[in-house]
């Protein structure tokens, strides 16, 4: 997680130490199964302390997905609060949810679904309902865009809407299956320029 100028200020609390180391080993051991003996180890803690805070790992990956949902969402807002075109108001989002992805690779493992193999169905089910939020986002925008005649959709703004998100899903599926090694960002402005024709 990005650490701001707040964070500097205040020693963080018990709770977000462990969502950082959370984040931490799920970016430098992909593959690995995570425990919370493990967890508690790199915090510092007892297994027990753990509990304190989080009374399951399945609490505990929901916590990165708040944080997932409160920072996206909200620089999202920024967007659309900023930015009168929607053209650029669907470029800055991709670029917010890649731009993210690549400055949190552990995170992007939840994303992508890649840890949570075994975990319960509603972590999964959570992760699913990030990406209907995002693509309910792009398709406003689109929407708008088009009343606006800034674009010409018409009736394919959810299709166009469902393309934006099989993009970035695959560009962070791309990034965790090359152990971080392939940016998301890679190729981005020559793939925006070929998105960018689809709306007319």
Known sequence: MAVTEKDIKTKPSRRQQILESLARQLEESPGERI?????ARAVGVSEAALYRHFPSKAKMFEGLIEFIEETVFGLTNRILQDEPS?????KRIIVLVLGFAERNPGITRLLTGDVLTGETE???ARIGQFYVRLETQLKQVLREGDLSGELQCGDKVPAMANMLIAYTDGKMQQFVKSGFKRSPMDMWPTQWRMLRQIFG
């Open 122 to 124: 509603r972590l999964r």
């Open 35 to 39: 425990t919370t003996a493990g967890l």
């Open 86 to 90: 929607a053209v650029l108001r669907v």
